[in-house]
């Protein structure tokens, strides 16, 4: 998880100097929509990853409660 979360931190840090860098709306428009392709899967695999960790130790219906969290959250993220 942690190393998934540096990735995504630094392609963040990536992706607004090269905004900066080429001074263009269009073009920085273009690098935000491949960036909010890059936070959704984030979640979903940092989640996954936490989750088959503690199998274990936590209920199913914690479990079911965590993924209908993430699910609102993209759910909310795509909503008009």
């Known amino acids: 998880m942690v190393v998934m979360r540096l990735l995504s931190g630094s392609l963040?840090?990536?992706?607004?100097?090269?905004?900066?860098?080429?001074?263009?709306?269009?073009?920085?428009f273009y690098i935000n929509t491949?960036?909010?392709?890059?936070?959704?899967?984030v979640l979903i695999i940092t989640t996954a990853v936490a989750m088959f960790g503690l199998a274990d130790?936590?209920?199913m219906?914690?479990?079911i409660c965590l993924f209908a969290g993430v699910t609102l959250i993209l759910i909310?993220?795509?909503?008009?």
């Open 34 to 41: 491949m960036l909010a392709l890059v936070g959704p899967t």
């Open 12 to 28: 963040e840090i990536m992706a607004a100097l090269f905004m900066f860098r080429f001074n263009n709306l269009e073009k920085a």
């Open 61 to 63: 219906t914690r479990m």
């Open 57 to 59: 130790k936590i209920s």
């Open 76 to 80: 909310s993220m795509n909503a008009k």
